[in-house]
């Protein structure tokens, strides 16, 4: 047999209900033997109540006061559950016994007071049920009243339902191994149909989904789990063609304008001064170059995970990166406000960090004139430590809020022309706010500004 999961399931499930059968057969057949064995014993003991005042001792013997009744037909034949009953004395020596037994006597358990439960022996090659009782004289034991009757019939009824059990065994376990596969088989129907699903699934058709099912349970939460990871997937792959098209378009752009600087260069001679001018071009469109492909480094390296977590002072790093940025702008207007209760230590990448606020803090001077104050507010939240970045520049629409952390993504700037760069710092932002649950939110107007919120949590504070 081809072992499916099906065939698997159908097998194991059987298994169990096999062992659970058995218990029930074994129990069945223990139930009627013991309901049998009570019948008979409670028999021998109305029979026991019923004889045990009809004895008497005459001479030093036990004889049966009425021994008459033995004569009667009942007792000299064998008829339908006939009643054995013998007497002996102390050790065993028969005194009086009933005419049925003819020449056979009853077993006599020696050393054994009375016994309450019936035991089984054979008599003159029948198999018949014996019950032994004490004979009490004003307390003192004389001897013991043996009682017996066939077991024929009974063991005949024990054997019958044993043999029907066991035929009836294999019978069951076949049926309910054909249907719980039938149950199987409809059981993981849904589960084929998701595989046949699955399998026609290419990066060609990635829009496709897998079929709801019917009815809500497990295998429907798999679907819906497979089918919310295709929508990653496709999202996924969506933005990286996208990234791969801005990148190649962000990379071929300059090129383009280096080579036709250098093919404006060699179509005649040229004055010092053209050379230079152009050589100038082409070194700052090569400088726009490695800042994109350093840009795109750092993508690929905090997307592999390549950090090491050190101990980070935010407010020192934060001083420190806005004296390096009055450096680079003297003549931009930058404020720094610090409210921590505690010393503001973070368990982070200082570099990651670093990059973080840096590309906030340019973004920030960028889209904001040059007369326009750039403040940095540090404070102390429950949730952690918060950092807010709050320009008054031209603020960001709606519109473009829903795709700022899209790579090479820039939004439009007519109050300021074109801003240098290639819309990659965001993104960079992101990822890294992302890598260490650092929560990042934009509060923006046009027109009126922006204020950017980082919340690094709790978990990464240093006590």
């Known amino acids: 047999m081809k072992r499916t999961y099906k065939n698997r399931l159908s097998f194991k499930l059987t298994m169990a209900s096999a062992l659970m ?5 074994l129990l069945i057949y223990q139930v009627v033997r013991s309901t049998v064995l009570e019948n008979i014993d409670n028999n021998l003991e ?91 004289t004003e307390g003192e034991l004389t001897g013991y009243l043996l009682l017996a009757t066939s077991f024929e019939d009974s063991k005949s009824l024990l054997n019958n339902l044993k043999t029907v059990l066991f035929l009836l065994y294999p019978i069951v376990l076949l049926f309910l191994f054909l249907t719980l596969r039938w149950l199987a088989s ?33 295998i429907n939460s798999l679907s819906v789990s497979i089918n919310h990871l295709l929508e990653r997937i496709e999202k996924g792959v969506l933005r990286e063609k996208q990234f791969t098209s801005d990148a190649s378009h962000e990379l071929r752009t300059p090129l ?37 492909l350093d840009q795109l480094l750092t993508l690929a390296r905090f997307q592999k995970g390549i950090h090491n977590n050190e101990e980070v002072d935010l407010k020192f790093l934060v001083e420190d990166i ?18 921590l209760e505690d010393k503001g230590f973070i368990r982070a990448n200082e570099k990651s960090v670093s990059i973080i606020i840096e590309n906030l803090i340019q973004n920030a001077l960028k889209y904001s004139l040059d007369n326009q104050e750039i403040k940095l507010v540090l404070t102390q939240e429950k949730a952690g430590i918060c950092l807010k970045i709050i320009d008054q520049g031209i603020g960001i629409s709606e519109e473009e809020l829903k795709n700022i952390y899209q790579p090479f993504f820039r939004g439009e700037s007519h109050e300021l022309g074109r801003i240098n760069g290639a819309g990659l710092g965001l993104s960079i932002v992101k990822k890294l706010c992302d890598l260490y649950q650092v929560k990042i939110s934009i509060l923006s107007e046009k027109g009126k500004g922006t204020t950017i919120t980082l919340l690094f949590p709790s978990t990464i504070i240093q006590a």
Not at 272 to 277: D, K, T
Not at 326 to 335: L, T, Y
């Open 256 to 292: 383009a304008v280096l080579k036709g600087n250098f093919e404006v260069l060699i179509r005649k001679p040229r004055t010092q001064e053209a050379y230079i001018s152009k050589i100038k071009d082409g070194i700052l469109i090569i400088d726009k170059l490695n800042a994109i």
């Open 322 to 339: 806005i004296d390096s940025t009055q450096k680079q702008h003297p003549k931009r207007s930058i404020m720094f406000n610090e409210k």
């Open 21 to 25: 059968v058995l218990v029930s057969f």
């Open 46 to 136: 109305n029979e026991t109540n019923k004889h045990v005042n009809q004895i008497k001792i005459e001479d030093g013997q036990i004889k049966f006061a009425h021994k008459g009744e033995w004569e009667e037909e009942e007792h000299k034949e064998i008829i339908f559950n006939p009643i054995f009953i013998e007497i002996v004395d102390k050790e065993g020596k028969p005194m009086d016994k009933s005419p049925n037994l003819g020449s056979n006597n009853l077993y006599f358990k020696p050393g054994t007071a009375s016994v309450d439960r019936g035991f089984n022996l054979t008599l003159n090659g029948q198999e018949v049920r014996q019950m032994q009782v004490e004979l009490l």
């Open 186 to 218: 409809k059981s993981i129907q849904p589960i084929i149909d998701i595989t046949k699903k699955a399998e026609i699934i290419t990066k060609d058709n990635l829009n496709e989904r897998l079929p709801s099912l019917k009815y809500k349970d497990e």
